[in-house]
């Protein structure tokens, strides 16, 4: 059971908006720590997709946006496309465990 | 470009120990921490533990503290993940990144990651 909660699965049609949850806990997101995702493509190491909660690297598109809100966080895409069918995985600070946390991991999909 | 390369994959017997290394190019690679996470078949990232180059200190999950141990040479600008009793749950694709911050300790994230190291633990 990871300490960053997020949905296994997410789908959406080409075009569309998705939102991809990560919950976590007053230890991590809700003590103010900043919240990462990456990208994991399938068969390749992961990358920096969002960073500082919503904060994007150079290469990624601005349909990608962050969002953070009490004790949890928020990855957003539109305009789907099929190069986003990927695993991702959000990422802070847990207080608890005086280390980085990741969340489970959710499959996006694109129908 | 900054990148990061792992050692290739490797295959083991339970009870064999193993060291995979990380090496660091187009930064200096004694200022940024090196952190390790694993990734079982078909599962998700698990956080291991950092180490900062410029000096070998060290902070582990406390899943794998004892199980591993991370180290770095400066000098070869390499960070290695070593086990002294494999087991074959240790298998796993294991992948270093670089740690980078805003400036808060708390607050960072990694990036790039290296291409990963497969280890296989099997009799």
């Known amino acids: 059971q990871s300490v960053l909660t997020q949905p296994p699965s997410v789908s959406g049609a080409p075009g569309q908006r998705v939102i991809i949850s990560c919950t976590g806990s007053?230890?991590?997101?809700?003590?103010?720590?900043?919240v990462h995702w990456y990208q994991q493509l399938p068969g390749t190491a992961p990358k920096l997709f969002i960073y500082?909660?919503?904060n994007r690297p150079s290469g990624v598109p601005d349909r990608v946006s962050g969002s953070k809100s009490g004790t949890s966080a928020s990855l957003a895409i539109t305009g789907l496309q099929a190069e986003d069918e990927a695993d991702y995985y959000c990422?802070?600070?847990?207080?608890?465990?005086?280390?980085?946390?990741f969340g489970g991991g959710t499959k996006l999909t694109v129908l | 470009e900054v990148q990061l390369v792992q050692s290739g994959a490797e295959v083991k017997k339970p009870g064999e120990s193993l060291r995979i290394s990380c090496k660091g190019s187009g930064y200096t690679f004694t200022s940024y921490w090196i952190s390790w996470v694993r990734q079982m078949p078909g599962k998700g990232l698990e956080w291991m533990g950092r180490i900062d180059p410029s000096d070998s200190y060290t902070n582990y999950s406390p899943s794998f503290q004892g199980h591993v141990t991370l180290s770095a040479d400066k000098s070869i600008s390499t960070a290695y993940l070593h086990w002294s009793s494999l087991k074959a749950s240790d298998t796993a694709m294991y992948y270093c990144?670089?740690?980078?911050?805003?400036?808060?300790?708390?607050?960072?994230?990694?990036?790039?990651w290296g291409q990963g190291t497969l280890v296989t633990v099997s009799s």
């Open positions: 500082g909660n919503s």
């Open positions: 007053s230890s991590n997101i809700g003590a103010g720590y900043d």
């Open positions: 990422h802070s600070y847990d207080s608890s465990l005086s280390g980085s946390v």
């Open positions: 990144a670089r740690r980078v911050g805003s400036g808060n300790f708390y607050n960072n994230w990694v990036d790039p």
